[in-house]
Structure formats: C-alpha cells, structure tokens
C-alpha cells in the first residue's frame, strides 16, 4: 500500500469509535467520522482540528441505509482522496432472554451489526482496492461465546467473525488486508443503548469500571494490530481469557451457560 492517510470511522460519535478517531488523528491521518449523532461528531472535529493538523469530514449517517453511506463515502472520496482505512465500528447490543424477543428485534440486531458492515465494506471497497488498503471489523468477545439473555448481540458477532474469516482470504488478492478485533468490555455506550438503539444516558453501566478498558487504551491497540495487518486480535485480558476457554474447554463454557441461565 502506497498511502496510509485517509481513515473512515462508523460509530465514530463515542466510545471505541471516538477514540479511534483521536488515535488516527495523532498519526497524521485524514478522517472520515460517520454516526447519527452529528453534534457529536461536530463537537469532536472541532476538538481535533484545534489540536492536529488534519481534515475532518463528518457525516450523520447511519449504516441501515445503504444511499446515506454511499453519499457520504463518494463525498469524502471526492475531497480527500482514496480511503485507505476503513473501520466498520457500529454496532449496539440487543438484550434479553429468547422468549421475550421477537424476530424484529433480531432483524435490527443484525441490521446494523451485520448488514450495517457489509454495507460499509461495500461503500468503500473501491477505494480499498486503489489503495491496497486496511478493513478492521470490530467484532467482540462474543464472538467466540454466547451468553445466556445476549442471544441476538451473540449471533451478530458470531456471523461478523465468520465474515471475517471469508474475507481475509477473499480480499487478500487485491492487497486488502483484514483485521478482525475482538474486544472485552470497553467504556462506550453500548450498555446503555436500548432494544430500539437508542442511546438513553440516564442508564447506570452494569459492569464495573474496574473490570473495563477505557477507550482510548483499545484505540492504540487497534490501531497496532491494523497498522501491522494482523488477522484478529483480542485487546483486553478478559476478552483474551474468554476466547482461550472456549477454544480448549466447551463443555466448561456449556456448563457455565445453564447456570447462568438458572441463576437470572
């Protein structure tokens, strides 16, 4: 790859998004911020713009509608040049046991989780090609294991893992690589998004903040294993730990989902 300055963000408005953005932006590299939430986004390029001699284009755009990602990428391609990088990081968390949901909360699960991605990857592709670029997929730990009540979140990850998997190969003759990262728990909003995506910020974090990585400490780490191209990577201890036990033991992991279940 000839260049590696030009930097397109989904969920960019918080969270691992914004912090990506901050750790491209001290790299030197151009950005391309979408989310819904545009006062966020407006907020942040001003906020980096005053502190890094970069440009900023941000775009409220959300990934369930293919015209606005489209839009926004011709847009950002006609101004700034070829994408280079390209971070599919939108993504929220449906909960709930299986009898409560119903089949449209799995569809907006995967609308965004999964049809959201391949929506982004499609919108940039031609830009990968021209610049032999960089896809990162931000997956999960959940990728590897399915908690009891997280059924929906689980299978858009698991899907988003399997999709990486085929594009490694895939996109690798057209010098793209691809970068799957799976993180533990992350300070972000996901927590506090609803079954309808919705960021509702009277919400308490159930997870303690001992026990999650700040937002920042991952961006530097994602940004390390997409620089070096690297296949997949786990970026907390506990993400590391999950996915190690549901490789060696199953029936462990088996046995701690029935009481789980038992015990909510």
Known sequence: MKNFKNTLITGASAGIGKGLAWEFAARGHNLVLLARREDLL???????ELQHSVRVLVSSTDVTDEAQLHSAVKQAVAEIGPIDTVIANAGFGVGGPFEKLSIQDYQRQFDVNVFGVLRTIYATLDSLKITQGRLCLIGSACSYITIPGDS??????????S??????????????????????????????????????PNWRDPVPRWLMMDAGTAARKIYKAVAGRKRERAITAHSQMIIWISRFFPGLVAFGSKKVFKRN
Request: hydrophobic content about 45%; aromatic content about 10%.
């Open 163 to 200: 999709l990486a998997e085929a594009l490694y190969g895939e996109l690798a003759t057209a010098g793209i690589s691809v970068t799957l990262i799976n993180p533990g728990f992350i300070v972000t909003d996901i927590r506090m998004t609803g079954n309808d995506g919705v960021f509702n």
């Open 152 to 161: 929906a979140y689980c299978m858009s990850k698991f899907a988003l893992r």
């Open 42 to 48: 407006l907020k942040i390029k001003k906020e980096i």
